[in-house]
């Protein structure tokens, strides 16, 4: 590194050392980052609100709608984004609960699980809406309803 000829380092960039920089204006970070957390709640919400409608609508049928595996998956990386801004500290409630995160994390995967196999089994009639396992079905609209009851009550 240069020295001036007092002995002082060299803030003129000469030498290898710039000048530092400012900090960002932390406030306004935070603020984006808040914003981006809440974009991916709304997503969170709309995804389940899809894997739920969907399951509802597909009650009188022997399909399940692709939109179904869509949601889940919508719902899932979301919540998975949403968990990481929470853990990273820059966004999201304070003193959260990881047990109650790790069983919605859990439950999101089995969902997704199950409705990428309902999907496979659904392609084999028109539309890829074709008969699926009434288990598999149920089994999705169930824990579905079990994640958004974790969400509400834990």
């Not at 709640?41 to 597909?58: D, E, K, P, T």
């Amino acid at each position: 590194m240069l020295t001036m000829w007092d002995g002082r380092p060299r803030t003129d960039g000469v030498g290898g050392s710039a000048p530092p920089r400012p900090a960002p204006d932390a406030g306004r970070y935070a603020h984006c980052v808040e914003f981006l957390y809440n974009v991916f709640v709304l997503l969170h919400f709309v995804g389940w609100a899809i894997v739920l409608g969907g399951y509802l609508a597909s009650l009188r049928t022997p399909g399940l709608y692709r939109g179904v595996f869509h949601g889940a998956a919508t719902a899932l990386v979301a919540g998975i984004v949403m968990m990481g801004l929470i853990e990273s500290g820059t966004a999201g409630p304070e003193g959260i609960d990881r047990t109650k995160l790790t069983v919605k994390l859990v439950v999101a995967l089995v969902i997704a699980v199950l409705a990428f196999v309902a999907r496979r089994q659904g392609r084999k009639a028109d539309n890829g809406t074709g008969a699926v396992t009434p288990g598999i079905k149920h089994a999705i609209g169930g824990l579905a309803l079990v994640n958004i009851v974790v969400a509400v009550f834990w």
